[in-house]
């Protein structure tokens, strides 16, 4: 952190640092699709830090990306819907995610039940964004914006709520840093339609085992994954949208120095969590997009070479389809010579 | 999960044969939410040692009591006698996390609810979640006069709803009119005695209903049942383990200090395979293919068991 300028970048250095909450993806030096689901809030120890505790991480681009989603939402609002019927869930992410954000930061956040049991009142302190409020769950006067975009302004997460009938559907969320893909081009199809473009994991079961788990998914046991690939620059939102911005940076950076192809070219992981709602019975889905520069990945031994052998043995298929197939061979050569310096 | 440690808070006996609890923390903290439909495991008896699962019927949006409500089951295995005769107000139970097996859908145009009997106990926090979001429903309510548990409950929250006291024959009659008579996108719940149930699936199917729009209620089939007591032989060593009934494979082995890598432990993730030596396993797992699961060489331990007395396993 540079100069302190505010309250809320004080409250902010009070947090574990993105570099000490980076959730390092790779367990083994070959990577392949898995149903990898674990149970989640287990501590995960880092050779930097740790993460894993929280359900909603909180770090010091706190600010700055919830000041991007904003500008995010209000350039394009397909990023976010809430179809008709999933009214009660967008209430029930609310009132859970700002239970989850006050555990993750109790010095900062908190929630408290006001006036008789079972008036549905509460009280939301955040220091963090300034907020000071009471509103009544389920009567949408009472908050400043629809309960599910308003929630994504407290939390760094984006949220995709599924609808659970004979499938899981996509039916309501807020994704403003999506990696590749399009949440407006998916509201309302199923779980494995939205998949449908994944190499492999048809052939080999892993997406109906996935979509299984969650029609079992009970609320209070929620599960996490992690998901990565490789962005060029800092750039939360790779949504398809704006693929025209971003989707050239891909020929850019095979041009560049080898300085500055450690500065740009960053390792993009997701924490994922999966919880069953437990009013609405809607399957939340929680994504955490963490971003780190080859150069700094390079710092950690370990995660130097473990990095470099995954993107070196990874199929072309796989490397295809998260969009790092032009790149990946000189990352992986990249991470490889940072080990012989 | 950690069980929940409970204290009986109010105790109603007014409806002859059903006993209706109020169980809270003993400080009196919140208690988890739960989804409308959802079910929750008590222990019961002196020892705690027998479960019954039961319907909440309280609101679970921000629960400082978790309401139940038991039928007095002469014939049981127990419990609930147990709860008639045994428990009182200030007792400590011992429950699991509630569960949920039987929830609205959010999408129904319209809840036609039916119950039979202490079956109105699921349909009671349906119809508070349905007050609560403005959900369209209808009820028929079918019970023996004098012996209607919540029915203040259910006329206070659904003015309209119907109760039948004369008798099987009556609520069928009424209800294949009903069937009838819904809009497309009305679904159809029903909750109470078994052959109530199968009487309502057969109408509702005599009268085109995709079985996707008909939700039932039979408690015991969503989590896994605990299963048969068994042995397991290391092949390794040739040691042999004890598997009690609700105990997995994979806890009875981690409890003899035999590491297995494991992630989900739901039989899921595929992480915990064991090869099998011999003896046949009981898959209950949704990982294994089912050429392998026929072949019974591999057996995932978190669920999975032994179909017959014993299972030795490459370890």
Redesign the interface.
């Known amino acids: 952190m540079t100069a302190v300028d505010s309250p809320e970048d004080t409250a902010l250095a009070s947090v574990p640092t993105a570099w000490e909450q980076f959730p390092f993806p790779f367990v083994a030096d070959q990577y392949r699709y898995?149903?990898?689901?674990?149970?989640a809030r287990r501590p995960v120890a880092t050779p930097v830090g740790r993460w894993g505790t929280p359900l909603v991480a909180v770090d010091e681009h706190y600010r700055t990306e919830l000041d991007e989603r904003a500008a995010i939402l209000a350039a394009d609002p397909s990023r976010h819907a809430v179809l008709p019927?999933?009214?009660?869930?967008a209430w029930d992410a609310c009132l859970t995610l700002l239970g989850e954000l006050a555990a993750a930061v109790p010095h900062l956040a908190s929630l408290t039940?006001v006036g008789a049991?079972?008036e549905?009142r509460w009280h939301w302190r955040n220091d963090l964004t300034g907020d000071d409020l009471t509103f009544t769950?389920?009567d949408d006067a009472s908050l400043p914006d629809e309960p599910l975009r308003w929630v994504c302004g407290q939390v760094q997460e984006d949220v995709v709520l599924l609808?659970?009938?004979?499938q899981l559907y996509g039916d309501a969320g807020v994704v403003t840093f999506a990696a590749d893909w399009s949440f407006g081009f998916d509201v309302g199809m199923s779980f494995l339609e939205i998949h449908g473009p994944v190499p492999r994991i048809h052939e080999e079961?892993v997406i109906t085992?996935?979509h299984?788990?969650l029609m079992?998914l009970?609320?209070?046991?929620p599960?996490r994954r992690t998901n990565w690939t490789l962005t060029v620059g800092r750039r939360l939102d790779v949504a398809t949208e704006r693929y025209h911005e971003w989707g050239p940076d891909r020929e850019l950076v095979q041009r560049v120095d080898d300085e500055t192809f450690g500065r740009l070219v960053h390792l993009r992981v997701e924490v994922q969590h999966l919880v069953?709602?437990?009013?609405?019975?809607?399957v939340m889905f929680l994504i955490r997009t963490h971003l780190q520069p080859l150069e700094a990945i390079a710092r950690v031994e370990p995660w130097r070479s473990r990095a470099a052998e995954v993107l070196a043995e990874l199929p072309e298929d796989m490397a295809d389809y998260k969009g790092i197939i032009k790149y990946r061979d000189r990352a992986a050569a990249w991470l490889r010579a940072a080990g012989e310096q | 999960?950690s069980d929940l440690e409970l204290v009986v808070t109010r105790v109603d006996d007014s409806v002859p044969g059903v006993r209706s609890l109020d169980l809270a923390t003993p400080d009196g903290a919140?208690l988890?939410?739960?989804?409308?439909g959802s079910h929750l495991v008590v222990h019961l008896g002196e020892e705690g040692d027998r479960t019954n699962a039961y319907s909440l019927t309280s609101?679970?949006?921000?629960p400082?009591a978790y309401s139940i409500s038991v039928l007095r089951v002469a014939d049981g295995a127990g419990g609930s006698r147990w709860v008639h005769d045994a428990l009182a107000v200030g007792d400590r139970v011992r429950a699991r996390?509630?569960?949920?097996a039987f929830?609205?859908?959010?999408?129904a145009r319209k809840h036609l609810l039916v119950a039979g009997g202490i079956g109105v106990t699921p349909i009671v926090s349906h119809l508070r979640?349905a007050a609560?979001?403005g959900r369209e429903v209808q009820v028929l309510y079918a019970f023996r006069e004098g012996h209607g548990a919540h029915v203040d409950d259910v006329l206070d929250l659904c003015p309209s709803a119907e109760l039948l006291v004369d008798g099987p024959d009556e609520l069928l009659a009424r209800l294949r009119v009903a069937l009838r008579e819904q809009p497309v996108g009305t679904h159809l719940y029903v909750c109470g005695p078994g052959a109530m149930i199968d009487a309502v699936l057969a109408a509702a199917a005599d009268a085109g209903w995709p079985g996707?729009r008909v939700h039932l209620e039979r408690f015991g089939t969503d989590a896994l049942d605990p299963g048969d007591p068994f042995t397991v032989t290391l092949a390794r060593t040739g040691r042999t383990l004890r598997v009690p009934s609700g105990t997995s494979l994979l806890e009875a082995l981690e409890a003899d200090g035999v590491a297995v890598p494991n992630?989900?432990?739901?039989g899921?993730?595929?992480e915990c395979m064991l090869p099998v030596v011999s003896g046949r396993p009981l898959h209950r797992d949704?990982?294994l293919?089912e050429p392998d699961k026929a072949s019974g060489r591999v057996v995932m331990p978190c669920v999975s068991r032994a179909d017959g007395p014993s299972l030795e396993v490459a370890l």
Do not use: I, K
Request: proline share 12%.
């Open positions: 898995s149903t990898n689901v674990e149970p019927h999933m009214r009660p869930a039940p049991r079972g549905g769950y389920g609808d659970q009938r004979e079961g085992r996935a299984d788990f079992r009970q609320p209070h046991a599960y069953r709602l437990p009013d609405s019975g809607a | 999960m919140r988890p939410r739960f989804v409308p609101d679970g949006t921000d400082t996390l509630p569960r949920s929830a609205p859908v959010a999408r979640a609560r979001w996707s992630l989900c432990r739901q899921v993730c595929g949704l990982f293919s």
